[in-house]
Each structure stands twice: as structure tokens, then as C-alpha cells.
């Protein structure tokens, strides 16, 4: 990875592996609020958003009102279930994450997740301490696939586009880091499929955490 200082990732899909927690929590909430259940590629497409976008795509005509009762009853569930359905890293991803700290990289999370739920999880999985800048949903007035995440961390962290590096497993990851500037880099094991991605404008495709040593 010549020249680049600063790798900033996405979390679900990328680095934690939510993807049976959030489409079983999303379809309980349409149960829950009567709403007609999405099927799961329909469902999958919006991992990344922020929650009420979420809600929101899949139900163009949804109020306000009922597309902040999604976001709430989606909240309520997901803390339920994520007891039950522990979600789990990526295969590889904590040695990855060691070794690039170890090798001097700058390691940062941008998510639609809100903050809370990141430093929660990053700690549970026992990598929080090779992150050097947490941001989620409630850290920015634009969330992906607005560069705002990413240009707020090169400015906190007073790093260059130049040296930047954004990992993520959807199209909007893609977009967010290429809308600022960065490199980006897509990972196939997650939520999109590499057509997807490779649309998205992906600088690299890697189907291992792993390669990003290589």
C-alpha cells in the first residue's frame, strides 16, 4: 500500500459479521409495524445506511413519523438479539488489524452505525484498541455516500486524501471514499456483490482481510 498512512474502514460487513443480525431484526421490525416484508436481496442492498434511509428505500412513501418508529423498534430489537446471535469478526481481521498497527498505519472506523453501538462492539470483539478514531451516523450531518466521514477524518486526524485508504463491503463505502479523495478498497465477503463493487469504481477488490498485508 505505497504512500498511504491512514486506512479507514467501514464495520458491518467489513470487519464484523452483522449480516444475520440485521436482516433478522429488520424483518421482525416490518412484522412488528405491520409493514410488507421485504425480501432479503431488497433488505441486504441497504446495510451500510444510515437506519431511517434504511427504512426509508425500501418504503419510498413511508412518513416521518413511521420511518423514526422503524429506526426506534429496529433499535430495541436488535439489542435483543444481538445476545442471542453473537455477532463475530471476519476471519482474520484481528491479526490483519494487529499487524498494520504494528506496522505504523493509522487505523480509523467510519460507519452508519451509531457511536455507541461501534465502540460497543469494536470493544466486545477486542479490537477497539487499534482504532484511533471512531465515527458513526450521530458524528456527521451527512452520512454515506457523502465523503463528510471521511473528510472529517482526515481533518481530525490531519491526514491527507493522498494517504488514505477506505475498506468497506458496499457500494456506499466506495463512493463515500472516492467522493473525498481516497483510495478505496472493497471486500467481496460482505453485503455487494465484486459486479457491484467493481461499478461502484473500486480501486482494489480482495476477498481476505489478510491482503491488505500483502
Not at 431488497?42 to 431511517?52: D, F, H, K, V, Y
Not at 455477532?87 to 498505519?105: K, N, Q
Not at 486524501?161 to 456506499?172: F, H, I, K, Q, S
Request: charged share 20%.
Amino acid at each position: 500500500m505505497e504512500n498511504v498512512r491512514l486506512i479507514i474502514f467501514d464495520f458491518d460487513g467489513t470487519l464484523g459479521d452483522t449480516r444475520r443480525n440485521i436482516l433478522l431484526t429488520m424483518r421482525q421490525t416490518m412484522e412488528a409495524l405491520s409493514l410488507p416484508v421485504a425480501d432479503e436481496a431488497t433488505t441486504a442492498a441497504t446495510i451500510g445506511l444510515p437506519l431511517r434511509d434504511c427504512f426509508l428505500q425500501i418504503y419510498p412513501d413511508l412518513s416521518d413519523a413511521m420511518a423514526d418508529a422503524c429506526a426506534a423498534t429496529y433499535r430495541r430489537l436488535f439489542d435483543i438479539n444481538k445476545k442471542q446471535l453473537v455477532p463475530a469478526l471476519f476471519p482474520h481481521v484481528r491479526e490483519t488489524l494487529a499487524e498494520l498497527h504494528a506496522r505504523g498505519y493509522v487505523l480509523t472506523v467510519a460507519s452508519s452505525r451509531s457511536s455507541a453501538s461501534l465502540r460497543e462492539f469494536l470493544s466486545d470483539m477486542g479490537i477497539i484498541g487499534y482504532i484511533s478514531l471512531i465515527l458513526g451516523a450521530d458524528d456527521v450531518a451527512r452520512a454515506k455516500p457523502d465523503p463528510e466521514p471521511v473528510l472529517l477524518t482526515l481533518r481530525t486526524l490531519a491526514i491527507p486524501a493522498a494517504e488514505t485508504l477506505v475498506v468497506g463491503d458496499m457500494p456506499v463505502d466506495i463512493l463515500m471514499g472516492a467522493r473525498a479523495g481516497a483510495r478505496t478498497c472493497a471486500v467481496t465477503y460482505g453485503n455487494a456483490t465484486p459486479a457491484a463493487l467493481r461499478a461502484a469504481g473500486a480501486d482494489f477488490l480482495i476477498s481476505d482481510i489478510a491482503q491488505l498485508l500483502e
